[in-house]
């Protein structure tokens, strides 16, 4: 466990026991209290990470590995986004709204756990932590949809960890350890390749089903759609990156130092990376409502972080770790403003809406930064990392692969002009006409998204500094 | 940093940035706003064109800010550049003063001021920039403001095309991505300071063709630009065919005209879909009857004469194709803009609903036949001698067949403009009550355009001189 980061599990895991009672006859405590504390947590961490003069020395002196310290930004950047605009979006009278926040505050304390711990073991117990809340905040919204989309991530996600808990107990029979440190040097040495090439199979297999990765995409869209829609940003935007994702590039860095023993296991994680883009852009071209359109991208955007993260060379880590950062950024973004949507208009299937730019006009321009910083238009942040990834390719002498992964953001750029088309521009419906734009707090999350987009693609230099220092870190 | 950097710096910067300060403008109110987009415009001009005595007086100014991977942002103001920014520049800043009443009753005004600020500014970029990525950066920049301005009217056929040309464009610039990135691997390095005179594989070559043949609307990917000049308003197709297309001329004499020996297979390649270029869209703007589709085509089958100039390998061809850009972007303007004035007059584009306009719109008329000559060459116009000079230079590198392609596409651009004249000032009215004149402001731009058209051919040598300058300076490969 990285100590230097433990308060930032501890302090939202305290306030999430305190908001019950606390908040019991206020309601209005409860989002206060969910806020304060990732708030508090954020400047913090910006204080850490962004001071002058850790920028000036290159951010030499992040502590640990850097990973962890820019994951645990970006968990609470999404939370706070999230809870900032429940806050608002949620009404006050509902029964489980104490308990809402106290599971936001829940899952975001496992997924920091998930980033700072140093062995697997604990990675798996936070992992399912974070899972068990996560079902619980999907069967918040207590709709048939909601818990439909509950029990078919129960049902895949479940078998999942089963295959993991199996991969590691046969890491432990084999190297006795399941710390990184030891990992890392039980690869390096001359150990029997079978067993352990078998267990990191299997711990990959639920990792990616966890992450949603085609061929075992099929709870995401139901889960994202079921749930609330701050509930969904919260989940594709960080939850399942860091639940499955995360877990992948960790492994399939160990497994770089395994000598090519386990080139197979890479190589079939690099085939679903690629197939999850093609699959998830295709079908998503095919979806009438907003929510699933976006979580058919998310699966799209995620085969280019597994993509990445199966070719483990250090430019690609690179690319997996910024584009991991990105995703949260412009997801959460999208999903924010598919909420929105809902709110103003009731609705978020594309058919009914139309020329919904006039009524909200900062929702539509902050959805068309997101697109096309997901479609990778420069000079936003999507365009840097996924560029990126695709030196990453051709250096390695994978160019189908580079050039498949390129052409797919015109299909990425083509749903999202048909998104565009149908719900903000082209000819007033009539949800458009009694439509007005949300309040001004449930857009400041969306605006605060899409300011972060640009400054990270107009200041690349900087955060490319950074994930050189990541990268060097974890492979080094 | 001494002026001509500061000016370098500030002719990107101020319309890229200002762009954004335009929706805060119009909160002030409407006149402020379009003030200030027009200063914009005007300022951009000014910044560009006072680079024109530093690169004379034959010194060049750089800015450059490090980027990792040497992926550096570099300015660089040199005499293509700076020829090319002026030019665009100049019709810019004056599409910006004519939309002021242009637009001035359609919705969406703020949108369409900040939009061809940002294209004017990322154009800019374009062109100064000396390092491929950021030639790619501002390139899609140009796609991302031309999508939202074909789709001006929001009614579905009008995004329908606009998702098309943003399509198209981005799919040629995802190509021209992959050729950048062989660039990359092949010689390490993007600077295009540094590649100069470099080779250039013929996978890199073709990718990056693939970009520029989209952007400029040359076969195979020439649809996207008639579309784009019908939906919107007149203003938005000039910025297109005047603008827009010469992007992808610019980036092709940069890129293989003054940076990359281009291999001379891919050179005649060029040359053969050029020429089919030419023919096909002449062909099709024969048949035609929609005014702005047209001069829509007529831009694509021109656009291909200045790739003939340029790949020909021939000094005087590829300074008569510099010299082309600039006269068809004055005479294609003129021709845009008496079209609109036509239009917003007589309430239909279609050409058989025309007909003896000639009595009621006379200065109109005259405009539009001295903007149509300069495009068809005839002397003394500023188009007779860019063509002569892309047909003497092609005609000494010897492909007889690619002449021939080229002589029946300049003899149908005749016809097809002498149709277009005929059928809308001349025969018999069509069933419109003689619709009155343009407005002061309108008539007096086109009959500017005209004029300015007639004086570039009067005074010929100046352009021409710089054009073989310039040439005989950067050319790389050229005989």
Known sequence: ????????????????????????????????????????????????????????????????????????????????????????????????????????????????????TSDFFTLYVFVEVLAVTSFALITTDESAG??????????????????????????????????????????????????????????????????????????????????????????????????GVYAIVKIATLLRFFDGRATAVSEMLMFLGLLSIVVGALAALKQTSFKRMLAFSSISQVGYIVLAAGLGTPLAIMGAVFHLFNHATFKTVLFLNSASLEKAAGTTDMDKLGGMEHPMPWTSWTSVIALLSTAGVPPLSGFWSKLLIILALWESGLRTYAVVALLFSIVTLAYFMIMQRKVFFGRKSAAAESASEVSAPLLAPAVLMSAVIVAVGLLFPYFYTYVRVVAERIIL | MDLPIKMLTTAVAVPVFGAFLIPI??????????????????????????????????????????????????????????????????????????????????????????????????????????????????????????????????????????????????????CMLVGIIIVYFEHGTLDLRALHGAGISYAAAACILAGILSKSATLPFSTW???????????????????????????????????????DAFSNLVLYLAGASALVSAGAALIDTDIKRIIAYSTVSQIAFIFLGLASGNKTAFAGALLYILMHSVAKGGLFLCAGIIEQNTHTKDINKMGGLFASMPWTGVAFALCSLSVMGIPPFGGFFSKFMVFSGAAQNGNLAVLLMFFAGAVMTLLYLVRLFYKIFLGEAAGHDSPKEGSYTMVASVMALALIGLALGALIYYPSAYAQLLTANLGVNLQ
Request: aromatic content about 14%; some cysteine; proline content about 4%.
């Open chain 2, 25 to 174: 403008a119009a909160r002030v109110s409407v006149p402020v706003r379009n003030a200030f987009a027009v200063l914009l415009g005007l300022f951009t001009f000014t910044a560009a064109a006072s680079l024109l005595t530093t690169v004379l007086g034959g010194q060049t100014a750089e800015y450059a800010i490090s980027f990792p991977r040497g992926f550096d942002f570099i300015l660089q103001a040199d005499m293509l550049s700076v020829f090319m920014a002026s030019v665009s520049a100049f019709v810019s800043a004056v599409i910006l003063i004519y939309s002021l009443d242009y637009i001035s009753h359609y919705e969406n005004q703020t949108e369409y001021y900040a939009m061809v600020v940002l294209f004017l500014g990322s154009m800019m970029g374009l062109v100064f920039s000396a390092n491929l990525l950021w030639m790619y950066v501002f390139w899609e920049m140009t796609g991302f403001a031309s999508w939202r301005l074909v789709g001006f009217f929001r009614s579905d056929r009008d995004v329908a095309k606009a998702n098309k040309t943003i399509l198209v464009t981005v799919f040629g610039a995802l």
């Open chain 1, 1 to 116: 466990m990285d100590k230097g980061l433990l308060a930032y599990l501890i302090i939202p895991l305290f306030a999430a026991v305190v908001i019950p009672f606390a908040a019991r006859n206020r309601p209005r405590l409860a989002d206060v209290l969910a806020n304060v504390t990732l708030l508090a947590g954020l400047a913090n961490l910006a204080w850490l990470a962004l001071r002058p003069s850790m920028i000036a020395g290159g951010f030499a002196d992040i502590p640990g590995d850097g990973f962890s310290l820019l994951l645990v930004a970006a968990i609470y950047l999404v939370a706070l986004c999230v809870t900032f605009f429940s806050a608002w979006f949620i009404e006050e009278g509902l029964p489980n709204r104490q308990a809402y926040y106290s599971l936001i505050l829940v899952s975001v304390a496992a997924m920091t756990g998930v980033v700072t």
């Open chain 1, 146 to 243: 909601g818990i439909e989309g509950a029990l078919k991530y129960f049902f895949l996600t479940f078998p999942a960890s089963a295959l993991i808990i199996v991969g590691l107990s046969i890491l432990m029979m084999t190297l006795g350890s399941l710390s990184y440190e030891n990992l890392r040097i039980f690869m390096s040495s001359d150990i029997p390749s079978g067993p352990v090439t078998f267990a990191a199979a299997l711990m990959l297999l639920g990792f990616v089903i966890k992450s949603g990765v085609v061929p075992f995409h099929a709870w995401t869209p139901d889960a994202y759609q079921g749930a609330y829609a701050p509930v969904s940003a919260h989940l594709a935007g960080i939850v399942t990156k860091i639940s």
């Open chain 2, 225 to 263: 630009l008639p579309d784009a000049g019908v939906a919107p308003s007149t203003v938005t197709s000039l910025l297109h065919a005047a603008v827009l297309v010469k992007i992808g001329v610019y980036a092709y004499a940069r890129i293989f005209g003054v940076t990359f020996a281009a291999p």
